[in-house]
Nanobody, 113 residues
Framework: DVQLVESGGGLVQSGGSLRLSCVAS????????MSWVRRPPGKDLEYVAT???????HYRESVEGRFTISRDNTKNTLYLQMNSLKSEDTAVYYC????????WGQGTQVTVS
């Protein structure tokens, strides 16, 4: 079964950093595109970043230069390094996989004070 488990969220001060992890099982992330999305409080789901199977990356404009999406195929894990965090980055962050109709994790809360 396909499963995605996010971790690494927490409470940080403005300007701080966090690294989110997404451990995948049931498929190899090296064979599929992977993404991060987020849901700020009271708002709709927002796209954050994508990494394709060829290594190409794409970012939401508001996070480009501050966030870095990457993968470790050996560990079958996706990462999102977040630097220079702002209060507007506060959201529940979800890991997504382009498998079948799409799969999503349970989410991890990031709060920037």
């Amino acid at each position: 079964d396909v499963q995605l488990v996010e971790s690494g969220g927490g409470l940080v001060q403005s300007g701080g950093s966090l690294r989110l992890s997404c451990v995948a099982s049931g498929f190899a992330i090296s064979e599929h595109g992977m993404s991060w999305v987020r849901r700020p409080p009271g708002k709709d789901l927002e796209y954050v970043a994508t990494i394709n199977t060829d290594g190409r990356t794409h970012y939401r404009e508001s996070v480009e230069g501050r966030f870095t999406i990457s993968r470790d195929n050996t560990k079958n894990t996706l990462y999102l390094q977040m630097n220079s965090l702002k209060s507007e980055d506060t959201a529940v962050y979800y890991c997504g996989a382009y498998v079948d109709s799409g799969y999503w994790g349970q989410g991890t809360q990031v709060t920037v004070s």
